[in-house]
Nanobody, 115 residues
Framework: QVQLVESGGGLVQAGGSLRLSCTASGRLFMFNVMGWYRQPPGKQRELVAVISSSDNTNYEDSVKGRFTISRDSSKNMVYLQMNSLKPEDTAVYYC?????????WGQGTQVTVSS
């Protein structure tokens, strides 16, 4: 079993920055993809960014140029640096980890961007 714990959410004004962190623990496999999804109020969960174990990245269009995903595989951690935040970035952000057919989720951390 894999456990994911996020941290770093909070309240920030538009134009500000936040950095989310996620730590994975448990029985971990070397080849994996880690990333972040978000669920805005009243909407479905959506992909934000993912990074593979070989550091290939992919971003949702609306966050390109503002968000940066990175990982420290030695610490089993993934980060999401969020700059130039907008009110529409307000959501619960979830860390995720894919290992083959299995996908694991963290409990989520709230990010609120005020205008």
């Amino acid at each position: 079993q894999v456990q994911l714990v996020e941290s770093g959410g909070g309240l920030v004004q538009a134009g500000g920055s936040l950095r989310l962190s996620c730590t994975a623990s448990g029985r971990l496999f070397m080849f994996n993809v880690m990333g972040w999804y978000r669920q805005p109020p009243g909407k479905q969960r959506e992909l934000v960014a993912v990074i593979s174990s070989s550091d290939n990245t992919n971003y949702e269009d609306s966050v390109k140029g503002r968000f940066t995903i990175s990982r420290d595989s030695s610490k089993n951690m993934v980060y999401l640096q969020m700059n130039s935040l907008k009110p529409e970035d307000t959501a619960v952000y979830y860390c995720t980890r894919l290992e083959g057919p299995r996908q694991y989720w963290g409990q989520g951390t709230q990010v609120t961007v005020s205008s």
